[in-house]
């Protein structure tokens, strides 16, 4: 098993601003693991707000394949698993470890996880949605265009309980497409939250994500009794072990691979989410396709799937799952631009 590393920094299409603020790039390492005639890709992206940066997961995956000698994906899975801190450096190595083992087994990773109790034919992927960060009315009809363009029949609005009016109003002036929103924590009382959201069902939004701080659970159960509108935890719900804390103050989860460590204890989060009854949204980070595809192998099991990420930046190294008609749709990844190597 050969390991490489390669760092690369992500460029947005449009500046990012969401109610923690505006950027313009994303840091990301890719892991290109190789094993007879089979290369599997992960990638780890490195937004600032989080602690874990190029050089931290590069240190953090030399040490950790120093110490294995096999060259059975078993036996790195074995190791890795177990693995509680650097989550963006596992999950990188989790999922090129998934795309690594689907290429040798000859299936597809929803297969070899088998997803529900589907097989592949009947998979059946979920509506994505297309993000539209805080913005000026010219900038929010530019991003309109562009996930017309590729096909989102859903948009997710950012909010940041300043121009939340404003943002919506634009919106409906500018399509009649559904759309949820993610306030990003940027609410500060129920009594604002409930407000809000009868307002917007009435305007067509169909779900709100992280309405209030992360820790207000408390909150959350008094806004849960009383919203019109299902209410997902993205940053409330980081791993497995949040969930059973959020069954009384949110209705669904927002799962990212990058919060909890990669496509294995994503499938574990699907499945006591499910068991639980809660909703589940497939996100991510700033990701570019190799994030994404293998975020979307995870998603005939979501309500939703928020893996939008390939299509927010204009140099990506890959290609990979799209979105048909408003749906997700599986290719297999494709690497078209060089990056340099670590
Ligand atoms: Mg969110």
Redesign the pocket.
Same mark, same amino acid.
């Given at each position: 098993m050969k390991l490489s590393l390669y760092q690369y920094q992500l460029q947005f299409k449009f500046p990012f601003r969401i109610a923690h603020g505006v950027r313009s790039h994303t840091d990301v390492v890719y892991v290109k693991l190789e094993h007879e005639n089979f290369i599997g890709w992960g990638e780890a992206t490195l937004p600032p707000y989080l602690p874990e940066t190029q050089k931290s997961v590069s240190e953090f995956l030399l040490e950790f394949s120093k110490n294995i000698s096999s060259n059975a994906v078993e036996d790195w899975f074995e190791k890795l698993n177990p693995v509680q801190t650097n989550l963006s450096a596992k999950a990188a190595l989790d999922m090129a470890l998934w795309n690594l083992k689907a290429q040798i087994e000859n299936k597809t990773i929803g297969e070899l996880l088998v997803v529900g109790d589907n097989t592949n034919n009947g998979f059946y992927f979920p509506m994505g949605t297309y993000t539209i960060g805080v913005s000026s009315f010219d900038e929010m009809k530019l991003k309109i265009e562009e996930g017309n363009k590729y096909g989102f029949e859903i948009f997710k609005i950012k909010l940041d309980g300043e121009k939340d009016e404003e943002q919506i109003r634009n919106f409906k002036k500018l399509s009649d497409k559904k759309f949820a929103v #993610?306030v /990003?924590q940027g609410w500060k009382t129920v009594e604002e939250a409930i407000g809000k959201i009868v307002w917007l069902k009435e305007e067509g939004c169909f779900l709100v994500?992280?309405p209030l701080d992360k820790n207000a659970l408390d909150e959350m159960k008094l806004l849960k009794q009383k919203s019109v509108l299902p209410l997902y935890a #993205?940053e409330s719900c980081q791993r497995l072990s949040d969930i059973e804390n959020l069954k009384d103050s949110f209705d669904g989860i /927002?799962i990212k691979l990058m919060k909890c460590g990669g496509i294995t204890e994503a499938n574990q989060m699907i499945l006591k989410a499910r068991e639980l009854k809660m909703k589940i949204l497939i996100?991510c980070m700033s990701e570019s396709s190799v994030g994404c595809t293998a975020a979307a192998h995870l998603t005939p099991l979501a309500d939703y799937a928020d893996l939008d990420g390939s299509y927010l930046i204009s140099n990506d190294p890959f290609s990979g799952m799209k979105i048909k008609e408003g749906r997700i749709q599986l290719n297999q990844l494709v690497q078209s631009h060089a990056m340099t190597l670590l």
């Open positions: #993610d /990003n994500e992280q #993205d /927002n996100g």
